[in-house]
């Protein structure tokens, strides 16, 4: 394990922590909270990070990635299903 691992894991933990008020509030109010473009490039990107991660076998930055990637797609589909 290398430390830009960890410190990528740190940074990413807190980015995925910050988005779950925002996936909550899209449930709890049932409307379109972020726009459409928003969401699909950001799950675009973090797609590409993820695997750019696991590709220099990161491990625990790829999870955290992941798991973030994971809250924009929920985003994502707030954003469909949300109009």
């Not at 076998?57 to 798991?67: A, C, D, K, R, V």
């Amino acid at each position: 394990m290398v430390w830009q691992d960890i410190a990528i894991s740190i940074a990413s933990v807190l980015l995925a922590y910050a988005l779950i008020p925002q996936v909550i509030k899209g449930f709890k109010e049932k409307r379109k909270i972020i726009s459409f473009q928003t969401a699909i490039l950001t799950v675009l990107g973090l797609l590409v990070i993820t695997m750019s991660y696991y590709t220099l076998e990161l491990t625990f930055s790829t999870i955290i990635i992941g798991i973030t990637t994971s809250l924009w797609v929920i985003l994502l589909i707030q954003t469909i299903i949300y109009k």
